[in-house]
């Protein structure tokens, strides 16, 4: 069992930032890559970015403004937010590829966390 907590999320102005959190507990005995997706109202799930061996990846759309982050000993993803826009709002997903203490392979999600980006 992996479960994935995520924390952060809130209404925020345009122009404002954000620090999204999320603790992955559980068996686990490695975490193989984490990301962050996000989902938009009548939209599909979509990639905001992920980290992999400390290789860091965006999507367009928030490049420049986001940064995704990891710490390790902590089983902690980060994802801050500054330069928001409404676009980006959108209930935010973390996701982990974990290889439990079992020896298998989990694709866990979090249970998402709201962003609102509103004057």
């Known amino acids: 069992q992996v479960q994935l907590v995520a924390s952060g999320g809130g209404l925020v102005q345009p122009g404002g930032s954000l620090r999204l959190s999320c603790a992955a507990s559980?068996?686990?005995?490695?975490?193989?890559?984490m990301g962050w997706y996000r989902q938009a109202p009548g939209m599909e799930r979509e990639l905001v970015a992920t980290?992999?061996?400390?290789?860091?990846n965006y999507a367009d759309s928030v490049k420049g403004r986001f940064t995704i982050s990891r710490d390790r000993a902590k089983n902690t993803l980060y994802l801050q937010m500054n330069s928001l826009k409404p676009e980006d709002t959108a209930v935010y997903y973390c996701n982990a590829r974990v290889l439990t203490t079992a020896g298998t392979l989990h694709d866990s999600w979090g249970q998402g966390t709201q962003v609102t980006v509103s004057s």
């Open positions: 980290i992999v061996s400390g290789r860091t």
């Open positions: 559980g068996s686990i005995f490695r975490i193989d890559a």
